[in-house]
């Protein structure tokens, strides 16, 4: 752990004593999202030592040009990058003159900070001792609504401790930001106007390229022990920031407050000409109701989430609160409300790795938005990749595929690839496959086969085509090959035939095949429809088949194993336990070039595959495969614990599923990769859920009915979680020597457990 003062809580993200060593770590941890918007938590105070501040707004974007240092042709022109908005937090606080400033005090004692993830807001309390020996308590807590969503809310409390004082307020809006990611430290905001009425500021701005308007808003007021005061303020504004100051003379004990209501409306929901006057409503109606009612919305706002969310762990803090950081992450980067929106992997803590969309929402995130949402919430995101097909046949045009043959970017905005590192853009070509079996995850774990003849044959047809395309023939293999290729494990770059995507692309053929036999027999308008647009004729599935069929799958007839890709076994084969921990992580210590020539496995390529596809293979091969590979393993992606820990509860190796859990749960909470403070992992987050409730819970989709095999690790006394199952809600508890289980629907319905066949019935409790 490189982490060790985050205090243990069940609901709690706690920070006790400021450090600045710990700001940029806590801004991350500790910060908000609604869906439509978030934030880091930033201070809302100045704060002149080491910080990342970050706002962002979902869907608004920037195509910074790429940089590389030799252009290839085929490159993206463009990285796309999540944009640091204007802020609309910042509070400049003066006392007697002094800007209050945690990193130039005398003194800050009984610092506390806090994330409630059970009722969405985060808190802030300090006692400073300032230069000039005022000596103040500080109070804050700030949220960002879930209800009306383009707004948030901050109480900013001070009270003077040892003399009366002179207490001002600037709250601002500033526009003068710059991304901590950038390519060419463009200018990526243009302002439009700065103005104000009243108590309210508006900041109207429009991203450079992509032309995204957005209107950044505050309200704001003071009150003294709890009473309003009507004061004049002043007003400075400039070409990029508005600021209004209050002045007031604050006896000693008396509690001065800030409120203040801000936030961003964009042009992706209203007319550009309107976003001032749409973000006066949404001003309004927040200030009507108050901060306090605006919270209690907030708190059953998230009780709502939790109730079908929620994973109890008994007997075991870290791991508790480690859960349920990541349940509360996943809901704030997404809720399934804008269809055109996906999870981008570092949600709204960060800017690295740019887009908003990776394989990552197909392989990890779909399970839980599956089962702890409506359906239809993962049914958008299957959509989302629907209306990007266009768009994924020109990507894959521009890399010299034809006839409708579909590549999906690895990282994209608006469909385009936009991710400019070549071992990853021309080559992570699995991502393809991740794609595809979304498709099929949904419709095993909803019933609802609908979406296929509607929409997703035609992606089915696409990714199909590419994969028949991006294969050859090996006159010495007499199979098929895929060459110049890297597996989800990014430690081998450039490398022949690897396995997970050589399997997957013979999967995405046959379930292609499978689903226009399907579809002709079952759907013929939707059929006739289909084959028309795509100009899909038998003798081109006639050709799929022979490559689906006769695909090279590397293998080893010594170690008796399926091998990573052609020249695994040319490496030096020497076990990560015999890596000296000060060489560790190796993607930071260690040359690339190093990296690629050793055995070393960033994330599971042979697993992963046995994961997706583990009816496909007996439990024997998956332990073989498990015991050969896992000692390669280093877990230095952020994807690759959770997948480990869901195999070793099937292997019954429940000390290593554990171990794995608690650093998948607490990969950021322990900063395991020393990078949190660049910001969260938030699509791994879902693979932590994952490994809860598919690992140690053991759920299935087995012979079209939920199955059950549960285990638990010896350090907790027992665990819960809720899934959405078919429009039924299905509590398990997992106790020590037996299982709970509880249905919230109106019908019987059949599960099996342990192999067995059990019937739950609403609202009747059955042990097993």
């Known amino acids: 752990m490189n982490n060790e003062y985050i205090q243990p809580d069940n609901w709690s993200i706690i920070e006790e004593g400021f450090d600045p060593k710990h700001v940029k770590s806590s801004e991350s941890l500790m910060s908000l999202g609604n869906g439509a918007m978030g934030q880091r938590a930033n201070f809302e105070e100045h704060y002149s030592g080491e910080t990342f501040q ?145 108590e309210q500021a508006f900041i109207v701005s429009k991203t450079m390229k992509t032309h995204f308007y957005v209107c950044t808003s505050m309200q704001t007021q003071v009150s003294l022990n709890g009473t309003v005061l009507k004061q004049d303020i002043t007003i400075n504004d400039s070409i990029n920031k508005i600021s209004f100051t209050y002045q007031n003379h604050v006896k000693k004990g008396d509690t001065i407050t800030l409120t203040k209501f801000g936030g961003y409306i964009s042009d992706r929901n209203h007319d550009k000409n309107e976003l001032v006057s749409e973000a006066k409503k949404a001003l309004k109606k927040v200030s009507e109701l108050g901060f306090d009612t605006l919270l209690e919305n907030q708190k059953l706002a998230w009780s709502k989430i939790w109730d079908k969310a929620d994973i109890t762990i008994e007997g075991d803090v870290a791991a508790q609160q480690g859960i349920r950081f990541n349940i509360f992450h996943l809901n704030q980067t997404y809720l399934g409300t804008d269809a055109r929106l996906n999870i981008g992997p570092k949600g709204f803590t960060g800017e690295k790795y740019g887009g908003s969309t990776y394989w990552d929402t197909e392989a990890y995130c779909i399970p839980f938005y599956m089962a702890t949402k409506d359906q239809n919430v993962a049914k958008s995101l299957l959509e989302y990749r629907y209306h990007h097909l266009e768009k994924a046949i020109e990507n894959a045009q521009k890399l010299g595929f034809s006839n409708g043959a579909a590549l999906y ?115 013929s308008s939707d059929y006739t429809r289909i084959m028309h647009k795509a100009k899909l004729s038998k003798a081109e599935l006639t050709q799929w088949k022979d490559v689906a069929d006769n695909m090279y799958f590397p293998f080893s007839e010594e170690k008796n194993v399926y091998l990573q890709q052609d020249g695994f076994l040319d490496k030096e084969l020497i076990s990560v336990s015999d890596l000296p921990k000060t060489e560790r992580p190796i993607n930071q210590k260690w040359s690339w070039d190093r990296i690629l020539r050793s055995p070393y496995i960033k994330q599971a390529d042979i697993l992963q595959g046995f994961y997706f596809f583990e009816d496909h293979f007996s439990k024997e091969e998956l332990e073989r495969h498990f015991d050969f590979y896992e000692p390669f393993t280093v877990h230095e992606s952020s994807l690759s614990p959770c ?126």
Not at 171 to 191: A, M, R
Not at 724 to 742: D, S
Request: proline share 3%; aromatic share 14%; with cysteine.
């Open 54 to 198: 970050g706002s962002y707004v979902a869907g608004v974007y920037y195509p910074d040009k790429t940089r590389v240092g030799w252009w290839k042709n085929g490159y993206p022109e463009y990285f796309a990058k999540v944009l640091n908005a204007p802020n609309w937090i910042g509070i400049n606080v003066s006392v007697n003159g002094e800007i209050l400033d945690l990193a130039k005090c005398n003194k800050v004692e009984n610092f506390i900070r806090e994330l409630n993830m059970k009722e969405g807001w985060l808190s802030r309390s300090f006692i400073a001792t300032l230069q000039n020996f005022i000596e103040v308590k500080v109070e804050t807590k700030r949220f960002l609504s879930l209800d009306i969503d383009e707004v948030g809310a901050i109480e900013y409390n001070v009270t003077p401790l040892n003399n009366d004082t002179q207490i001002n307020f600037s709250p601002y809006l500033d526009n003068g930001i710059t991304n901590e990611d950038s390519n060419w430290d463009d200018k990526f905001w243009d302002v439009l106007s700065v103005n104000h009425e009243h």
């Open 409 to 523: 970017p690895m990282v994209t905005m608006n469909g385009e690839e936009c991710h400019n590192e070549w071992e990853i853009t021309f080559e992570e070509i699995h991502r393809n496959g991740a794609i595809a079996f979304a498709i099929y995850n949904y419709h095993r774990y909803t019933g609802d086969y609908s979406y296929i003849p509607e929409k997703g044959l035609e992606v089915l047809i696409g990714i199909a085509r590419f994969w028949h395309q991006r294969a050859n023939f090996s006159e010495a293999k007499q199979q098929y090959v895929i060459l110049g290729v890297t597996g989800p494990n990014e430690y081998e770059n450039n490398v022949n035939n690897n396995w997970y995507t050589n399997y997957i692309a013979k999967w995405c053929i046959d379930y292609a095949l499978e689903n226009i036999e399907k579809i002709e027999n079952k759907y």
């Open 643 to 768: 997948v480990h820990s869901i195999q070793a509860s099937k292997l019954n190796r429940m000390d290593q599923a554990y171990e794995f859990y608690l650093r998948t749960s607490r990969l950021d909470l322990d900063d395991y990769n020393h990078e949190v403070e660049e910001g969260l992992h938030i699509t791994s987050m879902a693979g932590t859920w994952m490994s809860i409730v598919e690992g140690f819970g053991g759920m299935r989709i087995v012979n079209d009915k939920l199955s059950f095999e549960p285990k638990i690790p010896e350090q907790w006394e027992g665990f819960s979680f809720k899934v959405n199952f078919r429009n039924q809600t299905i509590k398990v508890n997992v106790c020590k020597n037996q299982t709970h289980f509880e249905l919230e629907g109106d019908h019987e319905l059949e599960i099996l457990v342990n192999g067995k066949t059990i019937a739950i019935s609403p609202n009747n409790l059955v042990t097993v």
